[in-house]
């Protein structure tokens, strides 16, 4: 299956795009989407946490992912 992927903040500029297709197997969970991210893009390890929002919704560790779905990598926020 492919998915629509974007990243905000720092995972934009350690993967050096906006958004990219990604394929995946059917039926992936959302742990194993990040571990094939992360080993197709071994910077975002340097990102200690992230959440992920699927179809504008957050997601768990166990939400199964979906043909067509788009998915967010939101880092953490810091501001002053």
């Known amino acids: 299956m492919v998915l ?8 934009s500029d350690l993967v050096g795009k906006k ?3 990604f394929s995946l197997s059917q039926s992936s969970s959302v742990l194993h ?3 094939q991210l992360q080993r197709q893009y071994p ?3 340097q ?3 992230y959440a992920i929002a699927v179809n504008e919704n957050y997601a ?3 939400t199964l992912l979906k ?5 967010a990598l939101i880092p ?4 002053g």
Request: no cysteine.
């Open 43 to 45: 910077k975002l390890s």
């Open 60 to 62: 768990t560790n166990e």
């Open 4 to 11: 629509k992927v974007l990243f905000f903040g720092i995972s």
């Open 33 to 35: 989407f990040k571990e």
């Open 76 to 79: 953490p926020v810091s501001g």
């Open 47 to 49: 990102i200690n946490s």
């Open 67 to 71: 043909e067509n779905d788009v998915v």
């Open 19 to 21: 958004n990219i297709s």
